[in-house]
Nanobody
Framework: VQLQASGGGLVQAGGSLRLSCAAS????????MGWFRQAPGKEHEFVAA????????YYADSVKGRFTISRDNAKNTLYLQMNSLKPEDTAVYSC????????????????WGQGTQVTVSS
């Protein structure tokens, strides 16, 4: 599966952005999906993940209550709604797909899209 993330940009603290991740192919609905982010000089950080059906979601403590992950299997698209953004949310955000494995571990995802930059100004 090929993934294409979009929707990043520059926003003031307290603002909102919605990221999208468009997937090619007819098997999107079989994949568990996740969002990770990487700030300059830091390791990849788990942000959120969602089961193949969309029925179960997982969040990092740092974004819980502010971010919402969702998917539309009919449109082959993954979303990340980000509200109440903080400067510490500034990073390159990437979407990823896996058949199985830990939702939280970067290395257990099989496919990655290119990142989209999110910058939150104070």
């Amino acid at each position: 599966v090929q993934l294409q993330a979009s929707g990043g940009g520059l926003v003031q603290a307290g603002g909102s952005l919605r990221l999208s991740c468009a997937a090619s192919g007819r098997t999107f609905m079989r994949y568990r999906m996740g969002w990770f982010r990487q700030a300059p000089g830091k390791e990849h950080e788990f942000v959120a993940a969602i089961s193949a059906s969309g029925g179960t979601t997982y969040y990092a403590d740092s974004v819980k209550g502010r971010f919402t992950i969702s998917r539309d299997n009919a449109k082959n698209t993954l979303y990340l709604q980000m509200n109440s953004l903080k400067p510490e949310d500034t990073a390159v955000y990437s979407c990823a797909a896996q058949y199985s494995g830990s939702y939280y571990v970067h290395g257990e995802y099989d496919f990655w899209g290119q990142g989209t930059q999110v910058t939150v100004s104070s």
